[in-house]
């Protein structure tokens, strides 16, 4: 399953729209879109939207436990909203240890289930995550795990690119190949042929929306 590249650019819109004007379970700081869709391609295989989330440190505490009583899901109103719960409890989702997880809530919210949309929430901004992502792939020789740098900012606190949305509708962007920017970032050129061929890779067997949270 892929998009057709104009439906690929409404569906980013669709998704700055909910940010812009809906409760998220967590403050939202900015909305990028990189690899596929902002290199232009049609079809868009897969549409890679990064979300950098601010940690919520003050909300609702004292309503966690009846959150966990209503829906067995600790620390809502800590880690996530408990407005945004109280408007949306059909996306509270939880981490494997049963705690609001808020990039498994943020997926809940934004992405529909069965479309070919990954989405990245990370604490930091997307540029020094992909920094960040690239230092921990070559130490541990896990180049599945870089962050494609190829990427345009949409939204930035509370303001619509509407430059940047307009490159995207025209293809004006441009950028090199992945193995080009990774060695721009510092690579050999044979060990960032080897990441950019793991990276392509890794995102030709997923599947589906998919969601990958990350704290820097």
């Not at 939207?49 to 959150?67: C, G, H, Q, S, W």
């Not at 997880?101 to 070919?116: I, S, V, Y």
């Not at 740098?149 to 606190?157: S, T, Y």
Request: net charge negative; glycine share 6%; charged share 35%.
């Amino acid at each position: 399953m892929s998009l057709d590249r104009p439906e690929a650019v409404e569906r980013v819109e669709e998704i700055v729209d909910a940010v812009e004007e809906e409760t998220m379970p967590v403050p939202v700081r900015e909305v990028w879109v990189y690899g596929d869709v902002a290199l232009g391609l049609d079809p868009v295989d897969r549409l890679d939207v990064y979300v950098t989330k601010d940690i919520l440190f003050k909300d609702a505490p004292e309503r966690a436990a009846e959150f966990q009583r209503s829906h067995g899901v600790d620390g809502v109103g800590k880690t996530v909203r408990a407005a945004w719960a109280d408007e949306h409890p059909e996306y509270i989702r939880a981490n494997a240890s049963g705690h609001a997880a808020p990039e498994k809530c943020l997926a809940a919210h934004l992405l529909r289930d069965d479309e070919p949309v990954h989405l990245e929430v990370c604490n930091a901004s997307f540029e020094d995550n992909v920094t960040q992502r690239l230092k921990g792939a070559t130490m541990r020789d896990d180049y599945e795990q870089i962050l494609d740098p190829r990427g345009a900012c949409l939204w930035l606190d509370g303001e619509r690119s509407t430059d940047a949305f307009r490159k995207l509708r025209d293809n004006e962007f441009v950028f090199p190949t992945l193995s080009q920017s990774l060695s721009m970032l510092g690579l050999e050129d044979d060990e960032a042929s080897e990441a950019a061929d793991a990276v392509k890779a890794y995102r030709e067997r997923q599947e589906g929306a998919t969601v990958r949270g990350d704290v820097v």
